[in-house]
DNA sequence: GCCGGTGCTTACCGACCGGTAGGTAGAATC
DNA sequence: GATTCTACCTACCGGTCGGTAAGCACCGGC
């Protein structure tokens, strides 16, 4: 290849916004590149002509929408002092950016091939997992936290985060800042007496 | 209608479990009715002959599966006297049971009537979710559990396993013992200090 | 010894899937 | 003004999807 020089013009991204929107209600099975084409107005070929197969297009969308939900979930999880606001001001923010990546990725029904996948998870890991588990660490530096394995807390808080980031409906008619509020309340005071 | 009488020989059985199996290591719609007939050993016809089309098909795995589960839930449950032990018993089972159905009835990926749907969801209720919140209500009123909205919290608790239930794999290699201990222990005690 | 129901099969259908062949309007380059 | 490249199109492919028509082997009842 003498030269990648991807276009980055308008279409291209209104493909991305399509895919994200269409798998993030349906699945990946669920829409198929004929619908997403048409959410974009583009034929199906033009797809074809800005991501090689559906399995790329999958990756970009994910990879994508990751990178422009990173920067603005690190500064929530830097507001507030003390661990819980920062722990409710980042999850509001996962809670009510309806970003549908993460759901997409674990789907991973798509074949991806052993680079895209990587790739994918990286973005996961860099722009989700690790600003999450960043609080924890600071937490319990703090003593604001008690000691624990801050990986697996983490991970626990999104598994519980995710049937309700990118849905509309929230439990019992909460706002996300709720919803945010009462999550973090259980998983900090915990459920103990 | 004169008489259902649905046959209930070991075909039947066999295509539920298939179906079962398949759909719940690739999705609803990652496997399709002649990959499942295949599985069961029959041809795509016979699964027609007890089942009315794939939707009927799929919320007949549900109830089922639901079904066969919730007594052995509901026994492990009542082991062990206190709320603590009696939630880890209770998750130790969820987690080792490899019972897809909770998952599958959250794709709903399929168009199912309103009848079918509220049937599967019934049956969620009844042997999934109720035996839990029963747990917590009794851990309230012994006064082992702080007050809370016992509702949320055994949606929580069903949210933060359900990329764990089912899977051969669980993270950092644990036993369903001791995942569901770990479980426990975060959500019981809280990551506060 | 024929009949009708049960439990299953072979052979097929139209719709839709991911993906491609081949062409073209128009801007950029020379 | 001829050439080349970008960005997109129409038209189609082989394969797979959910679903069906029609019939066959086996059975107990008469």
Redesign the interface.
């Known amino acids: 290849m003498p030269k990648p020089k991807r276009p980055t013009g308008s279409t291209r991204e209104r493909v991305l916004q399509a895919a994200d929107r269409l798998w993030g209600e349906?699945?990946v099975?669920?829409a198929s590149l004929d619908d997403i084409a048409r959410e974009a107005a583009v034929t199906k070929p033009t797809v074809y002509y800005y991501f090689a197969d559906k399995s790329a297009l999958f990756t970009a969308v994910i990879c994508s929408v990751l990178e422009q939900h990173g920067g603005p979930l690190k500064t929530a999880a830097r507001r507030g002092g003390r661990s819980?606001d920062r722990l409710i001001s980042a999850l509001a923010y996962l809670i009510g950016a309806r970003c549908n990546a993460p759901r997409l990725l674990?789907?991973g029904?798509v074949t991806l091939t052993v680079d895209q996948n990587s790739q994918a998870r990286s973005a996961f890991f860099r722009h989700f997992f690790s600003p999450l588990q960043q609080i924890?660490d600071d937490?319990v530096h703090a003593?604001?936290?008690?000691q624990?394995?801050t990986a697996?807390?983490a991970?626990?808080l999104l598994?519980?985060?995710?049937?309700?980031t990118g849905r509309d409906q929230l439990?019992?008619g909460r706002e996300p800042q709720e919803l945010a509020t009462?999550?973090v309340g259980?998983?900090?005071?915990?459920?103990?007496?």
């Open positions: 349906r699945g099975r669920g819980r674990r789907e029904g924890l937490g003593g604001e936290l008690r624990m394995d697996f807390a991970q626990a598994n519980l985060l995710d049937p309700w439990p019992g009462d999550v259980l998983i900090v005071d915990g459920i103990g007496v």
